[in-house]
DNA sequence: ACCCTTGTTCGACAATCATCGAACAACACC
DNA sequence: GGTGTTGTTCGATGATTGTCGAACAAGGGT
């Protein structure tokens, strides 16, 4: 099963907005905006594995991650370079947590 | 009726790029970038009145416009300078039309 | 007053989506 | 080989969403 993870020039920029639009998949976005390439697992926020790979596979197939297999795991890594070259200021806009004032 | 403007700040990220994530409204958006303020008329883009009048509230709702009336039309308008100041780049990332390479 | 133009609101309907538990697959380790 | 860990996939389900036509409201003309 190939792990879909396309070209970020065909996926259309409502997808890539779309992918961005749950707060899930934001958190996990951020956790790896900070925390670099990391396991599946290691994104806990409330849902259960299935919804979890779930988000995971709609980040992916937006472009926004890539996944490699490491033994039983598997890492996920933003594709950061190519989204601030395609999108500069997208993923900076979107990551600074913002202050409740 | 209030036309439900709400302050930026209040409105979570995840709504303004649900707002984006749509084609028919980020036409609009592109739409208000390039010819400024300009009558909800004036946006056909292969929809109902009753679809566009609600991709207009959308857009409103979550802070990306503002819509004033005017005689029997409605001017809308982007609020794009507190957009570019609360996340900045991210209407440049998404305005720019990309070139389908 | 009448009509036309411009938008909004109200159901309704189909499609998409987030979520879950359960079943399955792959790998590691003993 | 068996057991445990880590993820994915498969329905199912409830909520949200995009879409429409029809009805309604507000203004401007004549």
Redesign the pocket.
């Given at each position: 099963?190939e792990?879909h993870e396309p070209d970020l020039t065909a996926v259309p920029v409502t997808?890539v907005l779309?992918?961005l639009?749950?707060?899930?998949?934001l958190q996990i976005v951020r956790a790896l905006a900070e925390g670099g390439e990391?396991?599946?697992?290691?994104f806990d926020?409330?849902?259960?594995?299935?919804?979890?790979?779930?988000?995971?596979?709609?980040l992916?197939e937006a472009g926004l991650t890539r996944?490699r297999?490491?033994?039983?795991?598997?890492?996920?890594r933003l594709r950061r370079d190519e989204l601030d070259k395609l999108y500069p200021g997208l993923l900076d806009a979107v990551l600074t947590q913002r202050p409740p004032a």
């Open positions: 099963m792990p997808s779309a992918a639009a749950d707060d899930v998949r990391s396991a599946c697992g290691s926020f409330g849902v259960s594995k299935a919804t979890r790979s779930h988000h995971l596979k709609v992916r996944t297999a490491a033994g039983t795991s598997r890492l996920v």
